[in-house]
């Protein structure tokens, strides 16, 4: 699946988490019914990525974590706060960069409507 194909695929599985649940719980909550949404779907992802940090040749002693990665081709950082900042797309764009991914989705389950909770992060998409 390509990488539009795949978030298609993610969008509705986080509506289908959202509108089972609503807004107002946890991140981690949120990551799990994601989870059990994309594993009934079939869609391949790893959960709590270690993603490692090189720092001028040497490897930092902590790895970032990305919250879910599908099919090593979409990152999806997972939030459950009240407004998205620019940091959080921020950090988006540079778990793209170290993993040198096109896409990301940056999904906020803390809104009444989950359309209006997803931004479509792109690392030099065409």
Same mark, same amino acid.
């Given at each position: 699946?390509? +990488? &539009? @194909?795949?978030? !298609?695929?993610?969008? *509705?599985?986080?509506? /289908?988490?959202?509108? @089972?649940? *609503?807004?107002?719980?946890? +991140?981690?909550? $949120?990551?799990?019914?994601?989870?059990?949404?994309?594993?009934? %779907?079939?869609?391949?992802? +790893?959960?709590?990525?270690?993603?490692?940090?090189? $720092?001028? *040749?040497?490897?930092?002693?902590? /790895?970032? %974590?990305?919250?879910?990665? #599908? /099919?090593?081709? #979409?990152? #999806?950082?997972?939030?459950?706060?009240?407004?998205?900042?620019?940091?959080?797309?921020?950090?988006?764009? !540079? $778990?793209?960069?170290?993993?040198? &991914?096109?896409?990301?989705?940056?999904?906020?389950?803390?809104?009444?409507?989950?359309?209006?909770?997803?931004?479509?992060?792109?690392? %030099?998409? $065409?």
């Amino acid at each position: 699946m390509t +990488e &539009n @194909e795949l978030a !298609t695929e993610i969008i *509705g599985a986080a509506i /289908d988490v959202h509108r @089972e649940l *609503g807004p107002g719980l946890l +991140e981690s909550i $949120y990551e799990e019914c994601l989870a059990m949404e994309l594993r009934k %779907r079939g869609v391949p992802f +790893e959960k709590q990525v270690p993603v490692p940090i090189i $720092y001028k *040749g040497e490897r930092v002693k902590n /790895d970032l %974590r990305l919250d879910i990665w #599908v /099919d090593r081709k #979409v990152i #999806v950082e997972i939030k459950a706060v009240e407004v998205l900042h620019p940091i959080h797309w921020a950090q988006t764009m !540079t $778990y793209l960069k170290l993993t040198n &991914n096109r896409l990301g989705l940056l999904m906020n389950f803390n809104v009444d409507l989950m359309k209006n909770g997803v931004e479509r992060v792109a690392n %030099r998409m $065409y």
